[in-house]
Structures are given as C-alpha cells and as structure tokens.
C-alpha cells in the first residue's frame, strides 16, 4: 500500500475512533504490512494477512453501522467470514449507486476541521455561467437519486449486478467465493499444495478495497443521522444474507 500523505491521514483519522472501531483499523495496517513483507518469499501467507487486514477494515465499517443503528445493522456479525467479505461488494454497491459507470465527475477529497478532529469530506464542482462552484453534501452520503421516469433505484439489482459482471450467478456465491479464499491459500486439495499466480496484483486489490473500506467509514462515523445512501445499500446487501446459512462463516 502506497502510504502517501494523504493515506497515512486516512489510517490515522480512521484509528483514533475510540473502542474496538480504532484497535480494527490498527490491526487492519499491521496486517497489510506482514502482507508486503512476506509477499516474495511467501506468497501464499502474504495473501491470506492482506485478506485479514480487508476484514479487520471491514470489521470497523460493520461496527460503526451498528454503533449509529442503521436498520438491519445488528444483524451483521463481526465473527463472520462471509459478513467481512460481502463488505467488499457493499462498497461496490455504494460507489458505483454515488458514481454509475460513465459518470464524468472530478471530486476531491480532504480533512476539515471539526471540533477536536478532522472529518472527511469531499466537493465536487459546479459551472453556472461561466462560474465555477462547489458543491459538499453534509453529510456525504445523504444523496437522492431515482432512476428513468422517477422512481427509486433498486439497489438490490445494482448489487447482483456487480457479482454477474464478475462472471458468479448470484452475488450469494460471490461472496461466498471470495470467504473460500483464505481456506484455499492454507491448505493442500487433491490436486496439490496452494500456489498463487501473480500475487502481487491480488495484493494490490486488497490494497485498493481497504483504502475504499476506510474512506467509506469516515464518510459515516462522524454523524449520528442515517444517511440514506448507506441505508438502502445495507438493506440490499441484509437481503442478501438473508440467504446465507447460519453455518457458513
């Protein structure tokens, strides 16, 4: 993970949330360095501490949902592989419902201050004649948006689109593919010992969704009201974990 200015800003806002949300993200970055050290000599090992460090972010997205009573929040468990990783999706489903694919827009991202700590906020701009304006929704994440003709949009399509355009029927198996992963790097199958193809590039990946994780958990921590964003995309991902047997974790 590239820990520029800006990303070390970001790990130390988002590890200074008091209580189990703060110790998670600590954790989250120790992993993810084990995981860069390891990467040349163990692939394998270096992989599975990136996938711990994505589930330790996502870890404190699921706590501060439940800590601000999102509906549906409780029913996310911390303990729970597959919760941790259908996390990763959720996200999909936020940014790609806040940004559709085609979207020309330039947002910049910062800290302000507030109080006795920096919140992350973002703007984007505005040209009304000739003049150039910016827009910064507080909070970020309070955004309305209907589909052709006006009505709401249906997330839980949105999010069982994202799992059909990475070539899995459902993003039930999704996600269920994604918490096999860390089985499949530990130990031998029938057709031999694990080996990873081009691990750096999985690596990076993780790298990519923790940033997002914990962008997306400092656009939500701050403020105690639900914003509606984050809410239909919960309700659309519980829908799924409505499917998912107690026994899979």
């Given at each position: 993970?590239?820990?520029?200015?800006?990303?070390?800003?970001?790990?130390?806002?988002?590890?200074?949330?008091?209580?189990?949300?703060?110790?998670?993200?600590?954790?989250?970055?120790?992993?993810?360095?084990?995981?860069?050290?390891?990467?040349?000599?163990?692939?394998?090992?270096?992989?599975?501490?990136?996938?711990?460090?994505?589930?330790?972010?996502?870890?404190?997205?699921?706590l501060?949902?439940?800590?601000?009573?999102?509906?549906?929040?409780?029913?996310?468990?911390?303990?729970?592989?597959?919760?941790?990783?259908?996390?990763?999706?959720?996200?999909?489903?936020?940014?790609?419902?806040?940004?559709?694919?085609?979207?020309?827009?330039?947002?910049?991202?910062?800290?302000?201050?507030?109080?006795?700590?920096?919140?992350?906020?973002?703007k984007?701009?505005?040209?009304?004649?000739?003049?150039?304006?910016y827009?910064?929704?507080?909070?970020?994440?309070?955004?309305y948006?209907?589909?052709?003709?006006?009505?709401p949009?249906?997330?839980?399509?949105?999010?069982?689109?994202?799992?059909?355009?990475?070539?899995?029927?459902?993003?039930?198996?999704?996600?269920?593919?994604?918490?096999?992963?860390?089985?499949?790097?530990?130990?031998?199958?029938?057709?031999?010992?694990?080996?990873?193809?081009?691990?750096?590039?999985?690596?990076?990946?993780?790298?990519?969704?923790?940033?997002?994780?914990?962008?997306l958990?400092?656009?939500?921590?701050?403020?105690?009201?639900?914003?509606?964003?984050?809410?239909?995309?919960?309700?659309?991902?519980?829908?799924?974990?409505d499917?998912?047997?107690?026994?899979?974790?």
């Open positions: 993970m590239d820990i520029n200015d800006f990303w070390q800003r970001i790990f130390d806002n988002a590890s200074t949330v008091g209580g189990q949300e703060g110790h998670a993200v600590r954790s989250c970055l120790r992993h993810f360095q084990r995981a860069q050290q390891l990467i040349d000599e163990m692939p394998e090992l270096a992989i599975f501490s990136a996938i711990t460090a994505q589930e330790e972010a996502a870890t404190a997205l699921m501060t949902l439940r800590k601000r009573k999102y509906d549906g929040s409780e029913r996310l468990n911390i303990r729970n592989h597959v919760h941790k990783t259908g996390v990763l999706p959720l996200i999909e489903l936020i940014t790609s419902a806040f940004l559709p694919e085609g979207t020309k827009l330039s947002i910049s991202l910062g800290f302000v201050e507030k109080g006795k700590r920096k919140v992350l906020k973002y984007f701009p505005l040209q009304v004649n000739n003049e150039q304006f827009i910064e929704p507080i909070p970020p994440l309070q955004i948006s209907t589909e052709n003709g006006g009505l949009p249906d997330y839980h399509a949105k999010i069982s689109k994202i799992a059909t355009d990475a070539g899995i029927d459902s993003i039930f198996e999704h996600i269920k593919k994604l918490a096999n992963e860390r089985n499949k790097l530990l130990y031998a199958s029938g057709s031999g010992i694990p080996e990873v193809e081009d691990p750096n590039s999985r690596i990076e990946y993780f790298s990519q969704t923790i940033k997002r994780t914990l962008i958990y400092l656009l939500i921590e701050p403020y105690h009201e639900k914003q509606n964003l984050v809410q239909e995309a919960l309700s659309a991902y519980i829908k799924v974990l499917r998912v047997p107690p026994n899979l974790e």
